[in-house]
Each structure stands twice: as C-alpha cells, then as structure tokens.
C-alpha cells in the first residue's frame, strides 16, 4: 500500500485548507483511516480519524473546525480544515490501518498557519 498525500500550503488564520490522501492497493473500503499532525518540537499526534464502519473521531483542539471524510471508490481520504489557528501548524501525515492490522504512512504535507 502507497499512500500520496497532498493539499498543504501557507494559509492565513481563520483560512480553509483541504487535505487529500490517495493510496493504492485492495481493501481500501474495509480501512481504519487517520490523519495525524507532528509540530516541531512535538510528537505526533491524532487529528482525526474514520473507521470502516462508520464512526470518526477528532482530537478535542480540531473539534467543529476540522472534517474528515472518505471516498472509497477513489481510495481517497480526506481532511477539510477550517478556521485554521496558528497552532494548527505542523506536517500532516495520513495513515491506513488494514483489516490485517498493517499500518502504512503517507509521506506528509506540510501545512502552515500565518498572517
């Protein structure tokens, strides 16, 4: 499994940012997926993340602001964040976790929160 993640950028406070992460492979539909985020000097940690069988869950810091969805025909998964603060500034990294409990990594898109 490949993971390509993309949609990072600099984008002002209060801005949109879109996320995508597109990977390869069978199975895609039967996934737990999960975007993460790691701030310099910071270990990573869980932004948000979409199981299989219907239920997400955000980290509180991003709860309303940020939406996780998925399209399983496209093997895509997606991160829509809104009402970006400073402190949302970090590389994002999206991960797949297979019904065979296999992790895989996207490389990670850096996203930049500034005036």
């Known amino acids: 499994v490949q993971l390509q993640a993309s949609g990072g950028g600099l984008v002002q406070p209060g801005g949109s940012l879109r996320l995508s992460c597109a990977g390869s492979g069978s199975g895609f539909g039967l996934s737990t997926l999960g975007w993460y985020r790691q701030a310099p000097g910071k270990q990573r940690e869980l932004v948000a993340v979409s199981t299989w069988f219907g239920p997400t869950k955000y980290v509180d810091s991003v709860l309303g602001r940020f939406t996780i969805s998925r399209d399983n025909a496209k093997n895509t998964v997606y991160l829509q964040m809104n009402s970006l603060k400073p402190e949302d500034t970090a590389v994002y990294y999206c991960?797949?976790?297979?019904?065979?409990?296999?992790?895989?990594w996207g490389q990670g898109t850096q996203v930049t929160v500034s005036s």
């Open positions: 991960k797949i976790t297979t019904p065979g409990d296999r992790e895989y």
